[in-house]
């Protein structure tokens, strides 16, 4: 296992240069510059601009300099769009942040859809089947661009439980974490009653049963680990694509992460906060699917890792 672990962290690293290469040649080929406005700057000062970043150098040149920062100084460098900042500033201010809220949202997921996933296959065709579905179907169907303002204008404007926005407080966590995390519950719920359905009709599942085992028992050390295998698989991803930010949950509820920057990078073609968000998002999703892999061997005897 430890030397399966230290192999798929040697490999982290030509992946995260293959993605710092392709980032950072797509980002320098989109049209326009960091400095376009709409009223167009004299070309003297974006020449400067330019000159003091070091753009007006050749591409290749710009990359071994942001690469050789990052690896030798672990700086990502400047923000564009504010000289008095760097990327490095955006992640140590507004990482955290978005890193409790994808936490939270997990955690809601997680504590939703798995019991709601098993109790919709332990009694499937009942009421409990039919209600945990249609409480999946509705997490899946109704985006976070909707639910938001629904769970601000019941429960912060109408019965006002929670404030209406902001972070910092635990009744400020509640409203934005269930917005997050109701859609990742839904699938989640919906993954885990397939693969119960699946696995309480395997053969294994009737000897343990013929064997005299309670059905607790049963359910929990024989059907739940491996229905969970299936399950494990997406939370890498899930919890990469959380922690590091969600654009529409944290403009609705005005929470200071990074999902802004996700996006405002791209439109305004500030070049060093496009490679450290993707380069961010990477690492967790590396790192995430190297832990779901490692969870396997946990869940299933059978895989053994050299």
Same mark, same amino acid.
């Given at each position: 296992?430890?030397?399966?672990?230290?192999? =798929?962290?040697?490999?982290?690293?030509?992946?995260?240069?293959?993605?710092?290469?392709?980032?950072?040649?797509?980002?320098?080929?989109?049209?326009?510059?960091?400095?376009? =406005?709409?009223?167009?700057?004299?070309?003297? !000062?974006?020449?400067?601009?330019?000159?003091?970043?070091?753009?007006?150098?050749?591409?290749?040149?710009?990359?071994?300099?942001?690469?050789?920062?990052?690896?030798? $100084?672990?700086?990502?460098?400047?923000?564009?769009?504010?000289?008095?900042?760097?990327?490095?500033?955006?992640?140590?201010?507004?990482?955290?942040?978005?890193?409790?809220?994808?936490?939270?949202?997990?955690?809601?997921?997680?504590?939703?859809?798995?019991?709601?996933?098993?109790?919709?296959?332990?009694?499937?065709?009942?009421?409990?089947?039919?209600?945990?579905?249609?409480?999946?179907?509705?997490?899946?169907?109704?985006?976070?661009?909707?639910?938001?303002?629904?769970?601000?204008?019941?429960?912060?404007?109408?019965?006002?439980?929670?404030?209406?926005?902001?972070?910092?407080?635990?009744?400020?966590?509640?409203?934005?974490?269930? &917005?997050?995390?109701? =859609?990742?519950?839904?699938?989640?719920?919906?993954?885990? $009653?397939?693969?119960?359905?699946?696995?309480? $009709?395997?053969?294994? !599942? $009737?000897?343990?049963?013929?064997?005299?085992?309670?059905?607790?028992?049963?359910?929990?050390?024989?059907?739940?680990?491996?229905?969970?295998?299936?399950?494990?698989?997406?939370?890498?991803?899930?919890?990469?694509?959380?922690?590091?930010?969600?654009?529409?949950?944290?403009?609705?509820?005005? !929470?200071?992460?990074?999902?802004?920057?996700?996006?405002?990078?791209?439109?305004?073609?500030?070049?060093?906060?496009?490679?450290?968000?993707?380069?961010?998002? &990477?690492?967790?999703?590396?790192?995430?699917?190297?832990?779901?892999?490692?969870?396997?061997?946990?869940?299933?005897?059978? !895989?053994?890792?050299?």
């Amino acid at each position: 296992m430890f030397r399966y672990i230290v192999r =798929r962290l040697l490999w982290m690293i030509p992946v995260l240069f293959f993605i710092s290469v392709i980032t950072f040649s797509l980002a320098h080929a989109v049209p326009g510059g960091p400095f376009d =406005r709409e009223k167009a700057l004299p070309a003297e !000062i974006i020449a400067n601009l330019n000159k003091y970043y070091g753009l007006d150098q050749p591409v290749w040149k710009q990359y071994v300099k942001y690469m050789s920062d990052i690896l030798l $100084r672990f700086d990502f460098g400047p923000v564009y769009s504010s000289r008095s900042r760097r990327v490095n500033d955006i992640f140590r201010d507004h990482l955290p942040i978005s890193a409790q809220l994808g936490v939270l949202a997990m955690l809601i997921a997680l504590g939703i859809g798995i019991p709601l996933g098993i109790l919709a296959a332990l009694k499937q065709n009942s009421f409990w089947d039919y209600l945990g579905m249609a409480v999946a179907i509705f997490g899946v169907s109704v985006p976070g661009i909707v639910l938001g303002p629904l769970l601000i204008l019941i429960f912060a404007l109408t019965l006002k439980w929670f404030p209406v926005a902001g972070w910092g407080t635990p009744a400020k966590m509640v409203l934005p974490s269930i &917005a997050l995390g109701m =859609r990742e519950s839904a699938i989640i719920a919906r993954l885990t $009653r397939a693969s119960m359905l699946q696995v309480i $009709r395997e053969d294994y !599942i $009737r000897t343990a049963r013929a064997k005299g085992l309670t059905e607790r028992a049963v359910m929990i050390r024989h059907a739940l680990k491996n229905a969970f295998i299936p399950v494990a698989t997406i939370l890498g991803p899930m919890f990469a694509v959380l922690v590091t930010g969600t654009f529409v949950i944290e403009q609705i509820f005005a !929470i200071p992460g990074m999902g802004k920057y996700f996006i405002t990078s791209i439109t305004n073609r500030d070049y060093p906060v496009v490679m450290g968000t993707i380069l961010l998002y &990477a690492v967790f999703l590396v790192i995430a699917n190297l832990a779901v892999d490692i969870t396997y061997a946990f869940l299933d005897p059978r !895989i053994r890792y050299t």
